[in-house]
Antibody
């Protein structure tokens, strides 16, 4: 059974940093691209970052480019998101999501989400 | 960037009735269109991909159609567990993007 478990969400001040983790199990982690998708309170879904299975290539939406870094450790079956220079508008539930195949940017499994609140 | 527009924003349907949700893309996405269901406090669940292919374990009452810029999700006979938010997503044009959602509520 595929499982994705995010952790690391917290209350952080504007300008601060936070690192999220997503522990994966139940599939061959290194064979699939992974993404982060967020959802601001009461709002819709926003894809913002992806990484291919090997970790060699990463992709970002303009809204986070230069501030967030996606990475993965295939030996630990874990996806990471380093978030720097956080802004109030980054407040959201952050989901990690598994690609349906190697690179579709179509998501067949999602974690339960972790809440990041950026506020002073 | 492709803008995905869903309509209606809210769909009021009685249990057992048919529900039809629409999704329009600002430019063609071919058939690279997915539908997700989200219930309060839960993660999204993939229902349909490639416009009309049901994901694993999705009941046959869910069906998708369309191509290019116009897509439809049909729920043939709404069950109590189907009242939720539904999002479409295109994955043909970078960056991938979601529609604003349609809430299906009990009439």
């Amino acid at each position: 059974e595929v499982q994705l478990l995010e952790s690391g969400g917290d209350l952080v001040q504007p300008g601060g940093s936070l690192r999220l983790s997503c522990a994966a199990s139940g599939f061959t982690f290194s064979s699939y691209a992974m993404s982060w998708v967020r959802q601001a309170p009461g709002k819709g879904l926003e894809w913002f970052s992806a990484i291919i299975g090997s970790g060699a290539s990463t992709y970002y939406a303009d809204s986070v480019k230069g501030r967030f870094t996606i990475s993965r450790d295939n030996s630990k079956n874990t996806l990471y998101l380093q978030m720097n220079s956080l802004r109030a508008e980054d407040t959201a539930v952050y989901y990690c999501a598994k690609d349906l195949s190697n690179w579709d940017l179509l998501f067949d499994y999602w974690g339960q989400g972790t809440l990041v609140t950026v506020s002073s | 960037e492709v803008v995905m527009t869903q309509s209606p924003a809210t769909l009021s349907v009685s249990p057992g009735e048919r529900g039809t949700l629409s999704c329009r893309a600002s430019q063609t996405v071919n058939s690279k269109l997915a539908w997700y269901q989200q219930k309060p406090g839960q993660a999204p669940r993939l229902l349909i991909y490639a416009a009309s292919t049901r994901a694993t374990g999705i009941p046959a009452r869910f069906s998708g159609s369309g191509s290019g810029t116009e897509f439809t999700l049909t729920i043939s006979s709404l069950q109590s567990e189907d009242f939720a938010l539904y999002y479409c997503q295109q994955y043909n044009v970078w960056p991938p993007g979601f529609g604003g959602g349609t809430k299906v509520e009990i009439k």
